[in-house]
């Protein structure tokens, strides 16, 4: 019962990650006199130092992400201005206890692609707070957690941050999400893991 409420409820979180894209996104309004967006490619670096049983059920796990990522538009999406990107997972360490709970470490390397970034910003100034989603996936060097598991996991997140523009027109973002990694029972162990990640993105 448990594995099968897991199955039925990750269509859902990915529909409430995702739901900016469902209605407009063919259309694009002239938003340059209420908006500062300009497109930008990114330098992106995330830390996840622990991990917690939620729907995930590894604990004392430690997350590490080099992305690379461009933000290419900005739409009005269920009367929501949303910023669209996507981000390549350069370089992805997990490391994470065998048991799920303290015992001995695993460390596994990767890399991964996340094509659905969306941030909302929530008011018109430069610097300003903003929401985020995400969704992508990582391939790792072996399976997660172990023989029974997969190599390929999806990642999903939804946070918040702070954009600050400096002086010279450079701009940066710091914030938070609550990530989940598993890989959504494609393997016999699905495990998953929750943790909160920090994140720092220059925007170029």
């Known amino acids: 019962m448990e594995l099968l409420f897991k ?5 859902v979180v990915a529909l409430i ?7 407009g996104a063919a259309q694009q309004p002239d938003l340059t006199e209420t908006s ?3 497109p ?6 995330s830390f996840a130092p622990y991990s917690f049983r939620a729907w995930g059920k590894v604990k004392n796990s430690q997350q590490l992400f080099l992305k690379v990522g461009y933000s290419y538009t900005e739409l009005d ?5 949303t910023q669209l990107g996507s981000e390549l997972i350069v370089s992805g360490i997990v490391n994470y206890p065998l048991d ?11 890399f991964g692609f ?8 929530l008011n018109q100034n430069l610097n300003h707070p903003f929401v985020t989603s995400s969704a992508g996936f990582i391939v790792t060097n072996s399976q997660f957690p172990n023989i029974n598991g997969a190599r390929l996991n999806f990642m999903l997140g939804l946070g918040a941050g702070y954009q600050f523009t400096t002086d010279s027109n450079n701009s940066f973002q710091v914030g938070w999400k609550l990530s989940h990694m598993s890989n959504a029972f494609i393997a016999p162990e699905n495990p998953g893991i929750d943790s909160i990640m920090l994140f720092v993105n220059f925007l170029l």
Request: no cysteine.
């Open 7 to 11: 199955f039925r409820t990750l269509p």
């Open 17 to 23: 990650l995702l739901l900016p894209f469902s209605k």
């Open 36 to 38: 500062s967006f300009n």
């Open 40 to 45: 930008s490619f990114t330098i992106s670096g």
């Open 77 to 81: 999406l269920l009367s929501f201005r």
């Open 100 to 110: 799920g709970n303290g015992g001995e470490r695993n460390t596994l390397y990767g």
């Open 114 to 121: 996340l094509p659905l970034i969306a941030n909302m910003p």
